[in-house]
């Protein structure tokens, strides 16, 4: 028989899968039938070749496999089974942890032991017992046919499954004897007395729980707890209190504070109606230990309908806890890779070409081949521009890139953007741009929000391979509190402005709209997309106060909606800019602060052959000692990140010492200056790293013109 493949790797499929499991657990009756429910999730989950579950015998001679499922092909292995001599089971009950086996080979079993495990399909396998803590149970188990490699998230899937079902099982025989002690109770209060004082019968008979589920009860007449010793062990009391009856402010002394409200909601709405109730909630031991715990009860009324008292389990979920943050972990670990990987990925094939043409123009150089030194010369300077690219789009995905954020008039922007667009859509495909009157402006990087229509217009385009059409509108927009639900619940509401992008396009499925703004995520072929396109515009939208929303459908097209708020009043739009930057007149002085030494290095250089007079510091303080003892500078340009005291507060000191001195901050990543509206102040310009020759030069004489 071929060898079933080993399953893809999906983040989602866990959670998908152990809702699924949960689901099912909820409907199951007996322990059989809840074990199906788990092999079920395992098989589908892990896509075995078997999937089942069974115990050994007393004497540790015999295992009998109680239910399994198989794919097809695959015979059952239902049944008892001899297994005398095997030491595989044995040592898996003895210990009471899963053994993880990529290879029966290479587990340590004699040979014939292996061989008998290979003869009914058993290459690869997963044992996972059953205990209480104390002894082990039956054992569940997962077989494939051929070596196979246990990811971390199969075995932490299969540990908390497997974990899952035994607590249900654990419940379902507690509440059956629960409510079989709860009947007892009934016909002897009835038979007795009305007296509350019989609840306490119920208690001691209740004492049996076993299994790690513990029996309470709650008399609302005396406010006092009765318990078993599992729920006293549990909730950190004494064994002989919890028996006697303890008040309930004891007995709930060491619930988390933060847990405590909702505590107290769920057991004041337990004393006003009937019905079953459900809250996990966290407990702090003395020695600080947090354990989680689930408590299931339910209210028991009088014949005038008032609360007597209430039962209930208790049951440890700690461990549960612990797995669903490993298998969290693991998630996370994944989707950690997957960004640095892309991340490596694009950076090498960027580096290289950086650096093989500048490799090619030295050795031109000496071989005095001087007419390709030029070409050569571009190209690496297009790759660097291009690793350029990468970082803000990286920063704009994490809301750090350094926002020039202006009042802009978005209809302008969009009238002005328009015949790009129409060249990059193309002749196949009709474009409309409709733009409601009276278009409210908004506080935003005008060059950002260009860049992420072009980009939100090419995968339109992208999408529309046959042609189609590509509809961009805008409008004003009040949110009203009703509305900022589902995705725009993380907006205040008040006054926007929406941008809506829509195009009749092949559409998404919901598993790709739920990762479509997550980085390096692409379903463009290798080589067609860096699947950084939209995680930018997401950034770039949160980053100006907005949010950035998808809907989309198989076969139906894609609409992508950018909301920002409102610019208020006070926020008037610029006046036009019709001054040219001119050539600042020779002799002005200029102090540059850098703490890299290339960086200062050119940037000095540059400013001298235009004709400024150039002071360097490598760091905060030493600007700060020049500013305090040489104060006839014009202008100081000034990296953020600096050591000691940053950019901002030499450039406000060098405002204290020189009235009137202009300031340019240079800042490839520093977490203030993501907002440029908040970090820079008026008479300050920010300058963003990477830039060429030509940007520095312009912003100094910019910044010195009149």
């Known amino acids: 028989m071929d060898a079933l493949p080993p399953p893809e790797t999906d983040t989602h499929r866990w959670e998908d899968a152990l809702a699924s ?75 009471g942890r899963a053994a993880v086996v990529d290879d029966v080979r290479e587990d340590g079993l004699a040979p014939a032991e292996s061989q008998a495990m290979e003869a009914v399909g058993i290459r690869a396998r997963l ?50 004897k629960l409510h079989e002690l709860a009947w007892t109770l009934e016909q002897r209060v009835a038979e007795r007395t009305e007296a509350l004082r019989d609840s306490q019968d119920f208690t001691r008979l209740a004492l049996t729980a076993t299994g790690g589920v513990g029996v309470w009860t ?16 549990l909730y950190g009391i004494d064994a002989e209190e919890g028996a006697a009856g303890i008040l309930r402010t004891r007995f709930l002394a060491n619930v988390h504070p933060d847990d405590v409200p909702k505590l107290r909601a769920t057991m004041s709405g337990g004393l006003e109606r009937s019905g079953d109730l459900e809250l996990e909630y966290r407990l702090v031991h003395p020695d600080g230990k947090v354990r989680w715990v689930l408590s299931r009860g339910h209210t028991y009324f009088d014949a005038d309908n008032r609360p007597v008292r209430r039962t209930g389990v208790g049951v440890e979920t700690t461990r549960q806890r612990q797995l669903e943050e490993q298998l969290r972990q693991a998630q996370k670990m994944e989707s950690l890779g997957q960004l640095t990987g892309g991340i490596a990925h694009d950076f090498n094939n960027l580096l290289q070409g950086v650096v093989l043409p ?84 908004v506080v935003t990087d ?52 929406r941008v809506t992008v829509a195009d009749t396009g092949t559409g998404m499925p919901a598993s790709v709209i739920e990762r479509a703004f997550d980085p390096f995520f692409t379903t463009k072929p290798i080589g067609q997309g860096t699947g950084l396109g939209l995680s930018m515009v997401y950034g770039y939208a949160r980053q100006s106060g907005g949010i950035a ?32 930057t001119e050539r600042a007149p020779a002799g002005k002085r200029v102090l540059v602060v850098e703490d890299d030494e290339t960086v200062r290095r050119y940037a000095v250089e540059l400013l001298q052959t235009d004709g400024f007079v150039v002071s360097e510091a490598v760091s905060g303080h030493q600007a700060m000692r020049l ?50 509206n908040v970090f820079i102040d008026s008479g300050m310009e920010l300058l963003v790293k990477p830039f060429d020759a030509d940007a520095l030069v312009d912003k100094v004489r910019q910044a010195l013109s009149p």
């Open 218 to 233: 709650y008399e609302v007449a005396s406010d006092r707890f009765f318990c078993d010793a599992s729920v006293s062990d």
């Open 21 to 95: 499991l949960d689901a099912g657990l909820r409907q199951g009756c007996d322990p059989a039938e809840l074990a199906r429910v788990g092999i079920d999730a395992l098989a589908q989950a892990l896509n075995p070749s078997r999937a089942g579950w069974g115990e050994l015998s007393a004497d540790g001679q015999g295992f009998t496999v109680l239910d399994d499922w198989t794919a097809p092909g695959w015979p059952s292995l239902a049944g008892p089974h001899r297994i005398a001599g095997h030491t595989g089971l044995a040592r898996l009950q003895h210990r």
């Open 358 to 441: 500048l490799q090619i123009a030295q050795k031109r150089l000496a071989q005095q081949q001087y007419e390709s030194i030029g070409k050569h010369i571009e190209a690496s300077m297009a790759a660097a521009r291009r690793a350029a690219g990468l970082t803000q789009r990286l920063l704009a995905f994490a809301r750090r890139q350094p926002l020039d954020s202006r009042t802009v008039a978005l209809d302008a922007s969009l009238a002005g953007l328009e015949p790009m667009l129409r060249n990059t859509c193309g002749v196949n495909i009709a474009l409309e741009v409709e733009m409601a009157d009276g278009l409210g402006p």
């Open 446 to 497: 005008q060059h950002q929000f260009e860049s992420a229509i072009l980009n939100l217009t090419i995968n339109a385009r992208d999408a529309m391979p046959a042609g189609g059409t590509l509809r961009i509108t805008a409008e004003n927009l009040w949110l009203q509190p009703a509305d900022a639900k589902g995705p725009l619940a993380e907006l205040t509401p008040g006054d926007y402005v």
């Open 549 to 580: 929303v998808i809907g989309s459908s198989i076969g139906q097209g894609t609409r992508i909606a950018l909301y920002f708020p409102r610019a208020s009043e006070t926020q008037a739009l610029p006046a036009a800019d019709t001054m040219a």
């Open 127 to 176: 044992g996972l017992p059953v205990t209480d803590g104390e002894r082990a149970g039956p054992i569940f188990f997962v077989h494939a046919p051929e070596p196979r490699q246990w990811t971390v998230e199969e075995t932490c899937f299969a540990r908390l499954a497997v974990e899952r079902v035994a607590r249900a099982i654990e419940r379902r025989q507690s509440e059956q």
């Open 627 to 676: 500013l305090e003892v040489q104060r006839d500078f014009d202008l100081l340009l000034s990296d953020v990140g600096l050591p000691g005291p940053n950019g901002r507060q030499v450039a406000e000191l060098a405002r204290e010492r020189i009235p009137g001195i202009r300031i340019v901050l240079m800042t490839g990543y520093a977490e203030e200056a993501a907002h440029r």
